[in-house]
Each structure stands twice: as structure tokens, then as C-alpha cells.
């Protein structure tokens, strides 16, 4: 069980963090394309990114992001525990 933090991520950035991920799903994309694909300005979540970067769920190259190691390792465990 996680600890109660409550100055953690509000459920908008919970919520929003995986509308990224899942964007990501189709492969890397730059800034504007997720901008799109989301329908959501970027300065909406662009803050959203540092944390989930620095845990490996994102990563970025060539001016695209793409998931990291650690969304596939969140999604190895979900498929496990099904």
C-alpha cells in the first residue's frame, strides 16, 4: 500500500500521465504530435513530464518522446497480475 501523500499528483495529472502513455502506445512523437493527439496544450502537462522521465516511463531522443523501461515494466506487471 502507498502512503498517504497528499501533496502528491492530483487525479487530473494521474489521469493526464496516462492519456501520455497511452498516446505513446503508437510510438514516439514529438511535443506537437502529442499535443494533438491529446487535444490538450502542451503547457496543460509539459510539467507533468520530469518526474515520470526521471522514473524511466518516458524517454526522449531526436526531439521525440517514446516510453520508457519503466512503462514497460508497469505493463509486464499488469499482465502479470491478470
Known amino acids: 500500500m502507498l502512503p498517504d501523500d497528499r501533496s502528491g499528483p492530483s487525479p487530473q495529472s494521474v489521469t493526464r500521465v496516462l ?5 505513446l502506445c503508437a510510438g514516439p512523437m514529438s511535443l ?7 487535444e ?7 510539467g507533468l513530464w520530469g518526474g515520470r522521465a526521471r522514473a ?3 524517454g ?9 523501461a519503466g512503462a514497460f515494466g508497469l505493463g509486464s506487471a499488469l499482465l502479470q497480475a491478470r
Open 19 to 23: 492519456h501520455i502513455l497511452e498516446a
Open 32 to 38: 506537437a504530435e502529442l499535443s494533438r493527439a491529446l
Open 40 to 46: 490538450t496544450p502542451i503547457s496543460s502537462w509539459a
Open 56 to 58: 524511466g516511463f518516458f
Open 60 to 68: 526522449a531522443s531526436d526531439g521525440s518522446f517514446r516510453l520508457g
